[in-house]
């Protein structure tokens, strides 16, 4: 029996580093207690009647201004609808809308740039080697920089929000729609950056391995055998990217910019719950018709 | 007289596209072995699944252990699955749990969802104690705690087999369990499964494409073709003729140039 | 040949359409390109910009006594970040797992051996799908709100508290993580489920061992991503009134502070780029 024992504590003991796993799941665990516990949130404060009695105001503040005096009709609901879109929505729509085609478009075409000194595979001594050979180390160094450079770039781009990147620009270039859209284009490039020479670098590097053999220059083999390859997987991501483009594009309004996010804060401040209400709605049904869109792209990209 | 394990009376399982079963009628004692013989397509997996009650007869009666399966409520069709242990054909493994965890999981019919989660979370020590011994009997131990999609293909048999096993079964069914294997691990595999079944009084049945496998280990065998049974009968009374005529390609399955010759 | 150039037709198209989408957006907004060298602001640009090279250590201007060290604020400020982008994450997961599940097809396939009798199939034709498709409905809702735009709603019905925050970003994310959630147990391979239910384990058993364990690895990249998103969405909540690093570097900006900002843009960006490692790396440990 003990002998087995032994067996079994030996064959644990071999056992590849799932203790790392099971170290951060522990780390993770107390980390989100902590923070739990830290902001401290009083569950009970909420239920105050304070609290209800706001609450109660605010659903009451969200019907419609003009019609709280009239009788419940569609047509009342209509035409207070149609004031607000043909003076503010329809426009605010179509800013949103635009925005956030033009800075993904800027986004992507900037992305792919940069995209093959970004990828592994191709920015070393020697592309698409086979795993074996080991190029020398003092050919080595340029690349790596170069590859840690460009990818650095892509999280810096990243890692700062579009809404921050919008303030930034704003204060620099004053109200308009450049802010939004470059605070959109430089976070997306980041991301669209990376995805893409992800892409690249699970590529089957047989073709241009063989293309390499043929004496190609790396931007050679890019422009012959990469980019092709990669185009469907690339519109794939650009296209996911762009729904969540609009999504950002209809809150970038709240700083300045004449679209959906800018009318719903205007409402905010004046207590005109009810247009604020019907502004998140109409950036809800924008954000359904570009996922919808995007949906439908995707699926005949995925067919071809 | 033995008690029957398994019985069909007169059992048609119709599919949508295609009769699998048409009129079968058999039965299976207790502590018998039998293999499953036939091409592809003629529904051994069909008469496999049948058994512990994962496909309904169109018409005719299923019985195990003299209970009709139809009229089981479904805490006793958990029950029932719970005493027969399955080896699928594709395994239907946990690729990223390791083989400890797989194993463990055969009991998960007999116990709560909390002590199924417990048990794979935190594996007490004499549990682990069993499926390492269990692991002894298939051959595979130092392989504990390995990641299952870390082994190989025979490997990985082992484990489902061993799955099987510590549900402590009454019945062993297997669909197929050496297709993939080369032909020496496949003897290996067959034997071992044999020879555990033998030893610990189960029944088995065991489909199997390979017929020198099937005489070799099983003293019954049945003959599967188009979803009708061709023999059934002891290995010793079997000869050759009949199983060439289980294997003959019909007229339509043949190749337009082998027709016109 | 003739597939490749069918698919490339395709992508042609499809790169066509979008510079045909671009041109027209551009036209729409009247696009001006020298509003991106506006004069006047130049002075601001290159402050702000040179400012890059030397981020605050110390406060610029003089403080009040007793005011916190500029460091200890902006780790304060990225503690807490992190501390609203994991609580509202940890709603947000639980949730989604839990719409994910039902508006997916995984609950409701049902066991064909099983003799279908009058409530079973009431069960199985009218109130089943009546709940996915409820549910689907109710997530594609939630998630077509921007978090700002909840945190707006949030406010102004609740006013400004932790629960605001953490609500105006768990409710969005549950809806992210309900719908690729829904995806990932639709996709995975079913048959481990099928097993485990052929051995005798119940409906809970098939789908915490037959389902869940294939789909984790899925999960659990998703989740990475997912609280990466979260904690920029936190320190964006800043500039609302939360207490996080937006809320900080709101003022600084104001009262031209760049080398301030720069500070705290770093911190940010330092926090983002470990945690994207961090992922990175339990990703490829889990897949090992």
Known sequence: MSQRHLEIQSLRLKRPANRFLRFHFLGILILLVTAWIYLDIPWSELFLSRRIDNLQRFAHEIYPYDLRDQPFSFTGFWQWFTKIWSEKGFAATQTTFSMSIVAIILAGSTAMMFV??????????????????????????????????????????????EYIWAFLFIALLGPGAWPAILALAIHNFGILGKLGAEVVENIDPTTPRALRGQGLSRLQIGIVALFPMSLSKWLLFFFYRWETCIRE????????????????????????????????????????????VSAVTRRWIRRA | MTSHEFELENVTVRFPSVTALDSISLTIGTGE???????????KTTLLRLF???????????????????????????????????????????????????????????????QSLRMILLPISSETANVHQLLKRVGIEDKLFTRTDKLSGGQQQRVAIARALYQQPEAILADEPVSSVDPARANDTIGLLTKICRNDNLTMCVSLHNLDLARKFFPRLIGLREGAIVFDRQTSELNDDEFHRLYQLTEEEMLPDRVES | MRPLTRIFGLRSRVLLGILIAGGWAAWQLQLDFHELLPANRWDTARDFFH??????????????????????????????????????????IVGGVLLGFLSSSAWWEDDPARDANCLRQLLRNLITPTIVWLTRTFVVLIRSIHELLWAILFLSAMGLNTLTAILAIAVPYTGYFAKVFSEIIDETPRDTAYAIRELGGSPFHVFFFGLLPRALPDMTAYACYRFECALRSSAVMGFFGIPTIGYYLRPAFDEQHFHEVWTYLYALILLIVIVDRWSDLLRRRITQ
């Open chain 1, 116 to 161: 093959l000194p970004a990828s592994r595979n191709v920015a070393s001594p020697e592309p698409f080697l086979p795993a074996s050979q080991k190029p020398q180390l003092r050919r080595y160094w340029p690349w790596k920089m170069l590859v840690t450079l460009v990818r650095g770039l892509f999280i810096v781009a990243r890692a700062i929000p």
């Open chain 1, 249 to 292: 594009a209809t809150v970038l309004g709240m700083l300045g910019i004449v679209s959906l996010g800018f009318w719903a804060r205007e409402s905010r401040a004046r207590d005109w719950y009810d247009e604020m209400l019907l502004f998140v709605l109409l950036g809800a049904m924008l954000v359904l018709i570009g996922d919808f």
């Open chain 2, 33 to 43: 072995q039998i293999a499953l013989v036939g091409p592809s397509g003629s529904g």
């Open chain 2, 52 to 114: 512990n009650g994962t496909v309904r007869p169109s018409s005719g009666c299923v019985r195990v252990r003299q209970v009709d399966t139809r009229e089981l409520s479904s805490v006793q069709l958990r029950k029932l699955r719970s005493q027969i242990g399955f080896v699928h054909q594709d395994l239907s493994l946990v690729p990223n749990l390791n083989v400890l965890q797989n194993v463990l999981s055969g009991r998960m019919g007999r116990e709560s969802f909390a």
């Open chain 3, 51 to 92: 400012a890059a090279l030397s981020p605050a250590i110390v406060y610029e201007d003089p403080t009040p006594a007793g005011t916190q060290p500029l460091l200890v604020k902006v780790a304060k400020g990225i503690w807490q970040t992190i501390c609203f982008a994991m609580t509202a994450i940890s709603m947000a």
